[in-house]
């Protein structure tokens, strides 16, 4: 692709950095959007719009078309991985999230790997990838609108048995926090510092200058373009394994695992998986489910910034000094920041249950707080 457009100098960077600045500003909006309509439409309907752009952007022959068109595609996909972890969390109670996001994204660690296979294509081996990529989303958009659900208590494969108890499991997993759309709780997420801690703890640059550059660096070591395509497979392939088994592992320690992994990111593949854990520790601690849904959606927003660092990290090969040192920099602030999350939710647990014990605040009286969100009395941080 750098040949076929002409990607001289910072033209790739920049284009990859392109993507990221409607990216991060279309994920709030975009699942404030999905509460306010139904999941089983906005979903698939942004899904359409981004495989759409995906299947034209084999047809782009000039730099110019490239921007404009990786402009669009952040803007078009900026809701697919906020939102689906939101409806995730309108499923599942927070003991069970981990596992299921990191299904989803392991999804995304191995299209990488199909990504380097398709590559082999061809002269134009990248074209491939964006039509074939691009059309196997909006297949998939298309059977979403008729086979996705919105909500447990309007599913139609569960019987009242099922439906009556996923819907009380749910309720005591949230402490009857509030479920529907008020604008306080948007607000309510835009002012709480924990939401920029965990944003700010997440693994994003490591990740993202993991994908936009390992065929770059694998072929700086000597290797052709081809080779150093198919070479970046495994990396994903295993990351992808590990992404599924740490989330599984998270179920119970979410933190422990989210200061374990940036230790283990030498390693290189293990930067997936610590964005699973940290969404997953970061919804699970924000209470009702609109500012649920904004606080995960700031995490990945203000995560995504991170990627327009990425794309301009690796810029002195062949030993990318610069890069590898942005990234140790990086993992470092995610332990510390890590590490002072689980401080600050130990305390706050504790004086929550010091002002229950002083003023006799039980679960009979849950209703008083049902709009507090987090800050009720009631809920509790999980660590």
Partial sequence: MSKDLNLIGFRYNIAAAVFFILSSLAEVPSNIALKLFRPSRWIPTIMVAWGLVMTLMCLINTYQGLITARVFLGLTEAGLFPGINFYISLWYPRSERSMRIA????????SGAFGGLLAMGGLHGWQWIFCLEGLATMIVAFAAFFFMYD????????????????????????????????????????????TYVQAWASLIVPGFAIALFTPTIINE????????????VPPYVIGCM?????GISSCTRKAILILRTPVLSSLWWASFPSATVELAWAGSNAGGDMKRGVV??????????????????????????????AIMGWLTLSILLSCFAMWDYKRINKQKEELCREHGI???????????????PLFRYTI
């Avoid at 070591?221 to 970046?232: K, V």
């Avoid at 910034?305 to 990318?320: A, E, K, M």
Wanted: proline share 3%; glycine share 8%.
């Fill in 151 to 194: 909500y447990p208590d309007t599913a139609s494969f569960l019987t009242e048995r099922e439906r009556s108890y996923v819907i009380d499991m749910l309720k005591e997993d949230s402490r009857g926090l509030a479920t529907h759309y008020d604008f306080r709780f948007v607000l309510q997420a835009l002012k709480d510092y924990k």
């Fill in 362 to 376: 039980t679960e009979d009286r849950r209703d008083e707080f049902r709009d507090m969100g987090d800050e009720s």
């Fill in 103 to 110: 299904i989803f994204f392991s999804a995304a660690t191995i």
């Fill in 221 to 232: 070591l000597g290797f052709s373009a081809a080779n150093a395509q198919l070479l970046s």
């Fill in 242 to 246: 590990f992404t599924i088994l740490w």
């Fill in 296 to 325: 995960i959606a700031m995490v990945i927003g203000l995560g995504n910034l991170g990627g327009i660092c990425s794309s301009f990290v690796y810029l002195d090969p062949p030993r990318f000094h610069i890069g590898h040192g």
